[in-house]
């Protein structure tokens, strides 16, 4: 099945500062969706994004599909940003395999 | 419009025994995944329904099942429960293959 590595693991940030979290993935994606886990436990499906570049307020979000890569950009970051980004390429219509997904962790 | 319900919240079962998840979409959603969450393995899919068939499989034993009903709300059941089961199981819908899933909160199950 295909692979999926996200980078960095942990990031820690002062409010106010940018990130970038990038995700790599081993084969060709027909779907692959960017998702923050809150610390409660529920998921927000930030972007929807096999290719190309969107943006979202703070956050914008690239895929390179060719390069197998997509990027998650979060400008001026807020203590909210805290919790677990998840990137989600799929190669078969809904099926998603997620990554181990980056903390991140944004202090006042 | 009303999220992704998911019931029970919590669960608590005794090894052996046989649980039933519920997951109501979104109107207008007809497709439903579910997933299962641990500390270990991550997020892994499990099943994906689309107006009563199942569409998509993961690579789980046969213990887990799930159906969905004509209304689009889904169930999964897990038989002969393992302390392994222990996980934040998951619902995932979308009008259709996918695009733009919106999660419900999960069903915490613990296996003593």
């Known amino acids: 099945g295909i692979q999926v590595e996200q980078s960095p693991p942990d990031l820690i940030l002062q409010e106010g500062a940018n990130s970038t979290l990038r995700c790599n993935f081993s084969d060709s994606v027909n779907n692959l969706q960017w998702f923050h886990q809150n610390p409660w436990g529920q998921l927000i499906n930030l972007f929807y994004?096999?290719?190309g570049t969107k943006q979202n307020g703070r956050l914008s979000a690239t895929t390179v599909a060719t390069e197998r890569y997509s990027l998650l950009y979060i400008s001026s970051s807020q203590t909210t940003d805290s919790g677990v980004y998840f990137c989600?390429?799929?190669?078969?219509?809904?099926?998603?395999?997620f990554g181990e997904g980056t903390q991140l962790t944004v202090n006042p | 419009k009303a999220g992704v319900t998911q019931t029970p919240r919590y669960l608590i079962k005794t090894r052996g025994q046989q649980v039933t998840l519920s997951c109501s979409p979104i109107?207008?959603?007809?497709?439903v995944s579910w997933y299962q969450q641990t500390p270990g393995q991550g997020l892994q899919f499990l099943f994906e329904y689309f107006s009563e068939t199942q569409r998509n499989k993961g690579n789980f034993p046969g213990r887990f099942s799930g159906r969905q009903f004509s209304n689009s709300r889904s169930e999964m059941n897990v038989s002969t429960l393992e302390l392994g089961d222990s996980a934040l199981y998951l619902c995932a819908t979308s009008r259709d293959n996918g695009y733009g899933y919106t999660f419900g909160s999960g069903t915490r199950l613990t296996v003593v």
């Open positions: 994004i096999p290719s």
């Open positions: 989600a390429p799929g190669t078969s219509g809904s099926r998603l395999t």
């Open positions: 109107s207008g959603h007809r497709s």
